[in-house]
Nanobody, 120 residues
C-alpha cells in the first residue's frame, strides 16, 4: 500500500498562484502512475494533471498553460504548480496514485484532499 498526504491548498485571489504537494510514503519509482484530480461542488471528480506510467504528462484542457505537474523523486513528492488561478478552479484537489498489487492488479489510492479557493 501507499499513503498520500497533500498540502498547500488555501484561499487565493483570481490571477494568483498556489503550489500543492503530495508526499508519498514510498518511492515514486514503485508507483505505476500519479496525478492530481479535483472535485468542485456539485460536479464529478476530474483529472487535472498526471504522470503516466511512461513518465509523460497529461493535462486537462482547462488548465493547460497555467498548471504544471512536477516530481521530486528524492522526496517522494509530486507537486502541482497552479498559476493564473480562476474562480472555476475552486475545488477540493486530490492526489491519486496507481499501484500494482502482488496479484498483478491495479489499485487506486487517494489522498485526503486539499481545498483550493480562488475568490476575491
Amino acid at each position: 500500500q501507499v499513503q498520500l498526504v497533500e498540502s498547500g491548498g488555501g484561499l487565493v485571489q483570481p490571477g494568483g498562484s498556489l503550489r500543492l504537494s503530495c508526499a508519498a510514503s514510498r518511492s515514486l519509482f514503485s508507483i505505476y502512475a500519479m496525478g492530481w484530480y479535483r472535485q468542485a461542488p456539485g460536479k464529478q471528480r476530474e483529472l487535472v494533471a498526471a504522470f503516466t506510467s511512461g513518465g509523460s504528462t497529461n493535462y486537462a484542457d482547462s488548465v493547460k498553460g497555467r498548471f504544471r505537474i512536477s516530481r521530486d523523486n528524492a522526496k517522494n513528492t509530486v507537486y502541482l504548480q497552479m498559476n493564473s488561478l480562476k474562480p472555476e478552479d475552486t475545488a477540493v484537489y486530490y492526489c491519486n496514485a496507481v499501484i500494482t498489487t502482488p496479484e498483478n492488479r491495479f489499485l487506486e489510492v487517494w489522498g485526503q484532499g486539499t481545498l483550493v479557493t480562488a475568490s476575491s
